[in-house]
């Protein structure tokens, strides 16, 4: 069996692309309203009392 071949390691700017790249593919948005209505969906509010 061959060993295994080594990875090399991304530069930011690779990274980046590769993450712009992924994001298109899967139709993300970039639009603060659209990450703000998925955010919300996920998370749920805390129920702490205000002070009065």
Same mark, same amino acid.
């Given at each position: ?13 690779q990274?980046?692309?590769?993450? @712009?790249?992924m *994001?298109?593919? @899967?139709? *993300?948005?970039?639009?603060? &309203? +659209?990450?703000?209505? +998925?955010?919300? &969906? ?6 702490? &009392?205000?002070?009065?």
């Amino acid at each position: 069996m061959a060993p295994p071949e080594k990875k090399t390691k991304l530069t930011d700017a690779q990274r980046h692309k590769r993450f @712009v790249e992924m *994001a298109r593919e @899967v139709g *993300a948005s970039d639009s603060p &309203k +659209a990450f703000d209505k +998925a955010f919300r &969906k996920v998370v749920t509010p805390s129920k702490t &009392k205000k002070n009065a």
